[in-house]
């Protein structure tokens, strides 16, 4: 690509990446009720998802998504239903009596590792055919057949995308996690941020339903 399409290619990522979606608002969610370990984890985890997605897209896999809507819906389906069993999680967890306060820390402990924190972020990308259908559209616009291999300028122009897509989060999650560090040392307000962001959650899912 020349240097004004590389420009308008940056551009185009920054304004589409900037733009709320429901992998941004899932890392914003984690970040305000667990902090920025959490928030840091789920954007490596919904960027390792969409470059999963890439990857497809660029075999042309993503293809049977858009000519499919049976597959589609399946697909959205289980992503909308796995959204809302983690809001719900989330929301149950915070109704614990006191007497089962140290199981609730010991379960808490569990749920917020890292290894958790990562897979759910990648099935929340993967589980949601809109990203596959993004690149489909997206990327081919800007490959030159005539300068080599579809699939790897596919990959590379996917990497770009993931990677301005990672900086950003990156950025969401500084700037979330500062603004709401105040309100999770309060166990109260901090019981508050896990319902509501329970309730984001089950929200995403039910607008991926529509």
């Not at 993967?126 to 057949?145: E, G, H, S, W």
Request: glycine share 8%; charged share 10%.
């Amino acid at each position: 690509m020349s240097a004004e399409q590389w420009w308008f290619f940056i551009t185009a990522c920054t304004i589409l990446n900037i733009a709320p979606g429901p992998d941004t608002m899932y890392i914003m969610s984690k970040t305000i009720a667990q902090g920025r370990r959490a928030g840091l984890l789920s954007s490596i985890g919904v960027c390792s998802g969409a470059m999963i997605h890439a990857s497809l897209a660029g075999l042309g896999l993503s293809a049977v998504l858009a000519t499919s809507p049976d597959i589609f819906n399946a697909i959205k389906w289980v992503g909308a239903l796995y959204l809302i069993y983690l809001g719900y999680v989330t929301i149950a967890a915070t109704f614990t009596s006191p007497d089962n306060a140290k199981a609730e820390k010991s379960e808490t402990t569990k749920q917020h590792s890292a290894w958790r924190i990562y897979y759910q972020a990648i099935l929340v990308d993967l589980l949601n055919p809109k990203t596959a259908l993004f690149f489909l559209a997206f990327i081919p616009q800007f490959i030159d057949n005539e300068a080599g291999s579809y699939f790897w300028q596919f990959i590379f122009l996917g990497l770009v995308v993931i990677t301005n897509a990672l900086i950003i989060e990156c950025g969401l999650v500084f700037l979330g996690e500062r603004l709401t560090k105040f309100m999770r040392n309060n166990a109260a307000l901090a019981h508050w941020l896990e319902r509501s962001v329970g309730l984001v959650l089950v929200g995403i899912g039910f607008n991926l339903f529509w």
